[in-house]
């Protein structure tokens, strides 16, 4: 499971499958999310979709209405066309009840949205758990708007349905699990959201041919209503069996990594993740849990407690164009997705070796009759090798080599070629 | 009990009470201590005063002879008064013996004491557990003294007596108990101490009009003889009950905030008083148990053990006025009174509502059909209920409020209310 | 244990024996070995040596053949003698295998070794498991070689034989031992290494003038190959007795302290040798144990786990002259040598004084009565006595004096006096 140097290859491909699924229009429930997944589908043999009818509790919630939309428009005073849901399905409140109705520029302020301190972008707004109805537009435009008599008409639809979600289930030599989860219910915008799914993708194809110690879960669900359905029907499941999580969303633009641990802070996925970002990014942005604010949330609830965390690019919140139209294509890169990519993929390669290892001699092994060691002695010379001597002089069988490549100072995954040259010449075993 | 507002129009009462109180002549044992306490008795209903006898064995010390001092005067070779006790009543050693003798001013020097550095200051200087007659003086006049004979008389009395001190016990719904202390052993002076006694007094006074959790032990006790006497006689009755203490003193001026902790530093109590000053006063002085010197030195002792710190204003030995006749009615106010009558109401307001909470459902709870979160979801739209969501997500049954507050960086009074509210809707419940 | 005031006065007197021994050519095994232990054994009555034979398995090596020297030379093309073992034993390779050859200077190169950084330098070569020989000289010297032929002749024997090591075992009034471990393997030269042997042999003569609480075991070995050795005879009966050891090398030169932790970083023997140089030397240079590089690597290793530190001068591999022939008699100095022996006597001052103490009395003793604190109390009075205070707080019969006087900042052994006191008093008493 060492094999990511195609991670950077498949930039160009992510990249691609994020511009088609650009025009989708999704939300937490309805056909966007379907057309969304059965793109993905087509990348991931073996995906499966679930649908939950609308009315189902799970937990304390309730599986909404599904919605779908086929056209809205705002028409002004004189009949031209003011906003137009075909131009960008920002343009209406995510959720909107349809309506067809007359009113003055006064009566309709209430039910616009924009940004006075962007007043080129749309906002992104939603009302999923209150009826609302409401245009989104630039703050350029809504200044312009002339007094008189508008039109608004969204040819939406409320009714029962479902929620729709789909989950891969990868089978390793162990029954415990990790998660990798990612979410499907944003509208058009490219970092907040399409990166965190099709990164999940190529990670997942990557699994895929690859030889696993652990196995693996991957969602792909609307955020918050979404994994809570997902937590609903399999925490029980997932409870005895997960050792680490991560939440994918933000991997797309090319500005900075960043981290947001788990509730707990000190699980293995916590370690793995900021032991990678420090290696490969040492600039890394660390977040706390109070900054938090996507499905770890659900995740990292108590009695929840799945140990989940996210790395990330730019995270949600923390960019100007987050939650707007200007998150858009341009905003990430091929380079991008590939660097966080690569960054998941060592981060899995950081579990998957993971093992508590014991050196089966007592004082320093005679590394030299083995050809590891130089045989002549002078100033210096142990220098290519001393990462290597440092790691047996920690194999005690009481750390992880993770805890171990941290207090060497070493990324992880260079010590791997020693770890296995060692173990065949019975220098090191794994130990419990 | 969460009715503190009161408590800065509690500083010119404060006041007035120490203004009152300052001309009494107190020292470790006789009639000024036992003024005082009928003074405070006047404010608190229910304050019991004991009367311990000269000679019992308390622990490895003695209860000392009573001291009573009725006038001293020194008289120079003029037979003009030099010093004299009705001036001031630093004037005399504490616990000078009696004397009637004259001398030259050669004889006389090592019976006065004076501060070089400070000339015009008074000095404090007691010999409580050695024989000794002296006067204290500036160090100005000191200088001026001509050479020739003096008299030096004083009449005061060491006889067989009594130690007095006073206990106020107020129940709780539990029998765990906070102890207040404060002493009341200091003449003449401002900060430490006339403060201490004050402020414990309106502190119990808001005690008693408010429900209790906790019981509440307040005592009012000469320094170190009387709470190594009161611990001799209540030690074990107070050992399985106590779960925070205070020991109230230097609480009178308004310069700054400081805080001394327990010998252990990480109980209950320090925590609430760390917490507190962190968030009114933010650059508050953190000493170290090395920095101790008041009763806290007995509360903490091994094997007493008592979880007692201190909230003090300027603290003893800090400041250039300490354990001199600057030490008075100016250099104490009722802002600074008030000021550390609040921190302590904080405190505990801390300690009482601090709780181990869970919350009751999986997942975070649907707060928006409780009307406790907005049904709008924009940019940054989440910001007001923040600190709820914060402390809903730390609600695992593993933390107390008060560590809760403290992770999400909030005070923690300013998240009762929502404790309140969610207990209300079912959403949380206490744990154990 | 607390007479190290003569500690300086051995400085010239060590200094004096490594002049001594500075000529003899040591190695891992032959007879410099000998003849160095034997003038250790005239320091130390009791000194035992130990031959172990060639060939003898040890853990995971083999005690090899035995190296003799007995001249070497390498003759230039016109005669003349180009290097000579008579003038500086440094200018063969550690275990040169005997030759007499003619060769070219091409060919010769490759068993020439020099500096050309440290172009007046010889430099320190060995070839213990690989059969080899070569010749070290300066790189000046070595850049003015002309073409031609050259006669290397070395006079050497590797045979079957032994490895030769010392030990003295002080018996002490518990079974519990503190290990002092140096090494005998280096030639020519003073920091690393003649120091480690003359500062050992100082420590062990003033050890047997002493009162001892730990038993000692005192060995001096060759490096790496001595201590597997001696640990694979004497591990058993090691482990469930060591409670702390020092392995002493670079104790020779005056420029700088160092200290050199155990793998586990916490052990008594840590804990000591920091408090030590924190007070002495509080600009000590503080390694990590990624920066172990002599018998240490042993004595910590997994399974082993002896709890063995190093206070050192300036530490091997941190000074330009480390194993070159710049390190020799001018680097060290007499009071170099008797700051580490002065170091490691506090070192072992401390282990043998450290108790769990208690105070037998609840709140403070009153100490004045016993003429221990002063009768007089007024501003700052009670300084002198501080220290003696602060110990009394904290001697509740958890905590060791050791972390007492850390968390106090006071040199341990100047608590012993009040430590002394206060037990004759019966107010101190030692736990468990």
Known sequence: MNNFSSAKDSGNEMYQLARDLFPICRSITGDGVRQTLAALGAQLPGLRLHEVPSGTQVFDWTVPEEWNIRSARLLGPDGQVVVDFADHNLHVV?????????????????????????????????????RRWGFCLTHRQREGLK??????????????????????????????????????????????????????????????????????????????????TYLSKN????????????????????????????????TVADKAAKHVLKHIAPDFISYTYLDRGSDERQYNAPG???????????????????????????????????????????????????????????????LGKRGLYPTISSRGSAAAVANMMHMLAYCDGSRDLLSIAETIDCPMWELLDAVKNLKQHGLLEVVG
């Open 235 to 266: 925490l029980a499941a997932m409870k005895p069996v997960t050792i680490a999580g991560f939440n994918v969303s933000c991997v797309g633009d090319d500005r900075c990594y960043s981290f947001l641990p788990t509730r707990n802070g000190k």
């Open 147 to 228: 007094p008189g008599q508008y039109r608004a008409v969204i040819d939406s639809s409320l009714e029962a349905g479902s929620l729709t979600y789909a989950e891969l289930l990868l089978p390793g030599e162990s029954k415990q699990e990790i998660l990798v989860s990612s979410y499907v219910c944003h509208p058009s915008m490219g970092n907040n959201e399409l990166s965190g799914p099709v990164v999940t993708a190529w990670l997942a194809k990557w699994l895929t041919q690859t030889k696993r110690r652990y196995s693996y879960r991957i969602v792909f669900i609307p955020e918050t209503i979404g994994s809570i």
């Open 94 to 130: 995510g959720y909107s009840e349809p309506v067809d109705i007359e009113l003055s520029l006064d009566e309709l302020q209430e039910h616009l949205y924009s940004l006075p301190d962007q007043p080129d972008a749309i906002p992104y707004v939603t009302s999923y758990y209150k």
């Open 304 to 366: 929840v407690d799945l140990p989940v965390c996210s790395v990330m690019r730019s995270k949600y919140g923390q960019y100007p164009e987050y939650h707007t139209s200007l998150d858009n294509l341009d905003l990430i890169s091929p380079t991008g997705l590939a660097g966080a990519l690569n960054a998941l993929q060592l981060c899995l390669t950081c579990l998957e070796n993971n093992e508590t290892l014991k050196v089966t001699v007592l004082c320093e092994p005679q």
